[in-house]
């Protein structure tokens, strides 16, 4: 599982990008992110490889992030 995290001034991104094997653990911690920084949006796309973009203001998405980091170390 790859995640990146990106600052572009007002609004930020974190990329969560993953194979299919990793498909539960994947959706886990997006989920989670989801959940625990409200304001933030999820785009998915991909099957094999499978990429998700979540974006909204800065402070929300390094919440969103830190969340990430965490439910994919479990």
Not at 38 to 51: C, V
Not at 59 to 70: C, E
């Amino acid at each position: 599982m790859k995640i990146e995290f990106n600052d572009k001034g007002a609004v930020a991104t974190v990329t969560v990008t993953s194979t299919v094997f990793e498909f539960r653990r994947h959706k886990r911690a997006v989920d989670t992110a989801l959940l625990l920084a409200p304001g933030t949006i999820a785009n998915r796309s991909g099957f094999f490889l499978m990429k998700t973009v979540i974006s909204g203001p800065t402070a929300r998405v390094i919440r969103a992030y830190k969340n990430v980091l965490r439910e994919a170390a479990r």
